[in-house]
C-alpha cells in the first residue's frame, strides 16, 4: 500500500493528470496525502526519459562570460554580500545572502543541469564548486575549482559546507534518500537550501490538475510545508525558514494549460494584456507574502552537535 513518502501516512486520495508541457498526454495517478497534503506520483514509469525531449530547458547550453564581463561580476558579488545593496543583487541574491556565504565555501548544486548557475557564482568569485547530474553526458572541468559530475551526491567522497537543489528536488523519487545523503555529506553546522514547487499553492486549491507546476508525469514529489518539516526533523535538520519565491508564471502557465495550449508563453497574448500581466506578478507578491505561492526555499542545517 502507497504511503506518503514526507509524513508516512497511508491516508490518500488519488487523482489522474495528464503531460501538459509538450502535450503528450496519457494518464498518471497522483496521490495527495490526507495528513499532510504532500504530492506524489503514485506509479512511476519505468523510463521516463521520453518526457524529457530535446528542448526540455534543463538541456540549454552553458553561456559564459567573457573576462570583462567576469571581473564585473565579480566586483558586483563582493559589493552585495558586504554591503547588501540591493539593486546590486543578483536574480538569485535573495537566497545567495541568507547562505552567508564565503568565496571559498565548498558548494554543491544537486541536479545542476548544464551548470550555469554554478558558472554564475565561478564568475561571482566562489572557488570550489561541484555540481551533481546524472543526466548530464559526462563530467566536465568548467573553470578552475567548477566541476560538473555525472552521478548523484551520494557518490561523491567529500562533504560540503553547502548543497543547494534548485527545482530539481520534485523530479526525484526518494525524498528521504536525498535528503539523507544530503545530511551525510554536509559538514556540521552546514546548510542545505531546496527550492521547490509546494502543495500549499492556492492555484493547485483552485486549479487542480492544470496547475503548472504539478508538471505530469516529471515531477514525482511535491511537499507541503508541513510534510517537508514533519521530513527533514526526522532526518536532523534544523529547518530554520521558508520562504514563498513563486512569480506570475503560476497565473499563466495554469492559465494556457485550462485553455488545453501547450507551455508556449507567446500564446498568452491571447488573453494577458500588460496590465493583466502586471497584476499577476503583484497578485503573486501577496501570494508569497501570505504563504499562498506555488513555490519556496527550504533553508536547513545540519546542527553542529547531531
Ligand atoms: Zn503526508
Known amino acids: 500500500m502507497s504511503k506518503c513518502k514526507f509524513c508516512e501516512s497511508s491516508d490518500l486520495s488519488f487523482f489522474q493528470a495528464k503531460e501538459r508541457m509538450f502535450g503528450l498526454g496519457g494518464n498518471f495517478s497522483y496521490a495527495e496525502c490526507i495528513f499532510c497534503g504532500s504530492l506524489q506520483l503514485d506509479s512511476i514509469p519505468a523510463d521516463l526519459s521520453s518526457y524529457y525531449p530535446a528542448d526540455y530547458y534543463s538541456f540549454a547550453e552553458l553561456k559564459k562570460s567573457n573576462p570583462i564581463a567576469r571581473f564585473l561580476k565579480k566586483f558586483r558579488m563582493r559589493v552585495f554580500l558586504r554591503f547588501g545593496i540591493k539593486w546590486l543583487s543578483p536574480e538569485y541574491g535573495y537566497w545567495l545572502v541568507k547562505l552567508q556565504p564565503g568565496f571559498s565555501d565548498r558548494i554543491a548544486d544537486v541536479g545542476c543541469g548544464n551548470g550555469q548557475l554554478l558558472y554564475e557564482l565561478h564568475a561571482g568569485g ?181
Open 126 to 306: 566562489f572557488t570550489d564548486l561541484q555540481g551533481f547530474d546524472p543526466f548530464i553526458a559526462e563530467d566536465t572541468q568548467i573553470a578552475p575549482g567548477l566541476y560538473l559530475w555525472k552521478k548523484r551526491i551520494e557518490e561523491s567522497e567529500v562533504s560540503f559546507d553547502w548543497i543547494m537543489m534548485h527545482h530539481s528536488f520534485e523530479h526525484m523519487e526518494d525524498p528521504n534518500g536525498v535528503l539523507k545523503s544530503c545530511y551525510e555529506k554536509l559538514k556540521p553546522g552546514g546548510k542545505l537550501l531546496i527550492r521547490c514547487p509546494v502543495a500549499d499553492a492556492e492555484v493547485w486549491k483552485e486549479s487542480c490538475e492544470f496547475w503548472v507546476q504539478l508538471d505530469a508525469p516529471r515531477h514525482l514529489i511535491i511537499p507541503t510545508l508541513k510534510g517537508f518539516k514533519i521530513k527533514a526533523e526526522q532526518l536532523g535538520f534544523v529547518l530554520d525558514e521558508v520562504a514563498f519565491d513563486s512569480t506570475d508564471f503560476q497565473f499563466w502557465g495554469t492559465e494556457l494549460y485550462r485553455r488545453g495550449e501547450l507551455l508556449d508563453e507567446g500564446k498568452t497574448t491571447a488573453f494577458l494584456t500588460k496590465d493583466v500581466r502586471s497584476s499577476m506578478q503583484e497578485k503573486a507578491l501577496r501570494y508569497n507574502q501570505e504563504g499562498k505561492g506555488d513555490q519556496a526555499c527550504f533553508y536547513l542545517r545540519k546542527p553542529i552537535k547531531a
